[in-house]
């Protein structure tokens, strides 16, 4: 069902909702003639959008293949600006807690994450830290550890354990693996928008420019 507004009138419900309306119906304010008109604007480019969404429906989807062709041509658009840090995270937790993350992540590494229930239970996040939104303290503690090494750092709400996965520099170009999502948007935004504009001309071309 599409969205209307009408000069009518609202249900009794949505009115008794909404007093600026009754206000205003109660003023006689929507006899305006140039009102009515430009609701009657309003309704039909509502209903003229929610139909070619309609239309849309089901007709636009990204290959494997569209990803990887995008990634190979546009690569410039993916070089980091800043030196970068790949980080797997766990956030308040008690003092015992994340000392036994940390041994445990020193012992086994990213395995950790499928093998020990204790990784699973914490719920960890990965995380890009840019080194130019830190502190100094926190940058040197990111960028001065080794890849595959943890730290913890205490804070007001608890203990936080940082696993490094990875440092990247700035300049370097992003892997497909951490663009593929940005890509697969920006395809499906461009596919949308030809796809909306090839609906609308068909109809105009159908129905006439009226």
Do not use: W
């Amino acid at each position: 069902m599409f969205f209307s507004v009408s000069c009518g009138g609202l249900s009794n419900k949505q009115s008794q909702d909404n007093p600026v309306y009754v206000a205003a119906k109660e003023a006689r304010f929507l006899n305006d003639e140039q009102l009515k008109s430009r609701l009657d604007d309003i309704n039909k480019k509502i209903v003229s959008a929610k139909y070619v969404e309609s239309l849309m429906v089901g007709r636009t989807s990204v290959s494997v293949a569209d990803i990887d062709n995008f990634y190979e041509k546009n690569k410039e658009q993916f070089t980091r600006k800043n030196d970068e840090a790949f980080v797997l995270l766990f956030g308040e937790k008690d003092k015992n807690t994340a000392i036994s993350i940390k041994n445990t992540l020193d012992r086994n590494g990213l395995d950790s994450e499928k093998s020990s229930v204790l990784i699973k239970k914490h719920n960890p996040r990965r995380m890009f830290f840019n080194k130019a939104q830190l502190n100094e303290k926190m940058s040197k503690r990111l960028f001065g550890a080794k890849k595959n090494s943890s730290f913890i750092i205490q804070r007001d709400s608890g203990f936080s354990v940082f696993y490094i996965i990875d440092t990247f520099k700035k300049g370097s170009v992003k892997d497909l693996v951490y663009v593929n999502d940005e890509i697969q948007s920006k395809i499906l935004a461009l596919k949308n928008h030809i796809l909306k504009e090839r609906i609308i001309d068909s109809l105009t071309v159908e129905h006439g420019k009226n």
